[in-house]
């Protein structure tokens, strides 16, 4: 990128709106959690996008909660509509980050819609379990933007040194097996499931339960925990083996063993507080922290994007993989 092109303004002034964008997508993630735990989904009644019908309610504390965090979606709607259209333009011939730009606003989109169709007509458990998952979606699509705009040519040339296609398999089976994981604990939320299973590690004194209802469901969310362990553990592990070619893989997978490691720590103290709201909110932190690092890792495990440069004089370039790393 030479000083001539536009780009050279727009991406220093893009990037710090791509991380208010990240971080205030976390901040909604965290107050629609706030809004679950504290029984507040009904604080502006069956009324959206006004609350009890009008612009600014009185205030209770159900209300407050779920007011604000309908204010604070608002104001992050219009980040993300100011982030997707800057990066579109700044990054006209960058597809990956034009998909992750739309990705990003469909996701806030349909998140904010399943939001809304949940207050005005009450859901079951298992059609608002999907709404969490939906919110990490949005949230790591918002932090793939902004790790991915502004990115230095030295982070980029990396993804040159392609993978094999089972360690991409792999990753990508990690990203959609977590998913299994969140829509199950999603789930068990709001069924009310969340003491099925007494004392950690053991359910109910047992290293496998008596596997009825409410117990069968929070013990297989237990175990496919664990399986997920093993997996990003095994992810990164493999990694380690190409370190010197691929750090950027090796630092993604192991923030992602340490992540899913608090985040089965903050498991347990969820359990031993009784589903006390900060441990609650601690566990949705750390779930988005980890969904948005396996994310990552994702991505970097893909080709370098393709990006082509048009010219009066000359044909259009386009990187080339310069190896392979088995």
């Not at 010219?311 to 386009?318: L, W």
Request: with cysteine.
């Amino acid at each position: 990128m030479n000083r001539h092109d536009p780009r050279s303004i727009a991406v220093p002034l893009l990037k710090p709106l791509a991380w208010a964008t990240a971080i205030g997508m976390f901040i909604v993630l965290v107050m629609g959690a706030t809004v679950t735990n504290t029984g507040s989904a009904e604080g502006c009644g069956r009324s959206w996008p006004l609350c009890h019908g009008e612009l600014i309610p009185e205030f209770a504390v159900s209300t407050m909660i779920e007011f604000s965090h309908r204010a604070v979606t608002g104001i992050e709607t219009i980040l993300v509509l100011s982030l997707a259209v800057s990066a579109w333009l700044a990054y006209r011939q960058n597809r990956e980050i034009r998909i992750l730009a739309i990705l990003m606003v469909g996701t806030l989109f349909l998140q904010a819609g399943m939001g809304a169709w949940a207050v005005l007509y009450p859901q079951n458990p298992l059609v608002l379990a999907l709404h969490f998952g939906i919110s990490l979606a949005a949230f790591a699509s918002a932090l793939l933007v902004a790790t991915s705009v502004g990115e230095s040519e030295a982070t980029r040339q990396l993804r040159r040194q392609t993978v094999s296609r089972g360690y991409v398999r792999a990753a990508w089976t990690a990203l959609l097996f977590l998913l299994v994981v969140v829509y199950l604990g999603a789930y068990i939320r709001h069924a009310g499931l969340n003491m099925g299973c007494y004392g950690w590690p053991l359910c109910n004194g047992q290293v496998v339960p008596r596997l009825g209802y409410p117990t069968g469901p929070v013990f297989a969310h237990r175990f496919a925990a664990l399986l997920a362990v093993v997996f990003l553990v095994g992810l990164a592990v493999r990694a380690w083996s190409f370190r010197a070619v691929r750090p950027d893989l090796v630092w993604a997978s192991f923030a992602a063993v340490v992540l899913i490691l608090a985040q089965s720590l903050t498991g347990a103290v969820v359990v031993s507080t009784g589903m006390g709201l900060f441990s609650a909110l601690l566990h949705a932190g750390v779930m988005a922290l980890l969904f948005g690092s396996v994310s990552y890792l994702c991505l970097r495990v893909l080709p370098g994007p393709v990006e082509v440069t048009e010219t009066k004089d000359a044909m259009p370039t386009i990187p080339v993989s310069v190896g392979r790393v088995q």
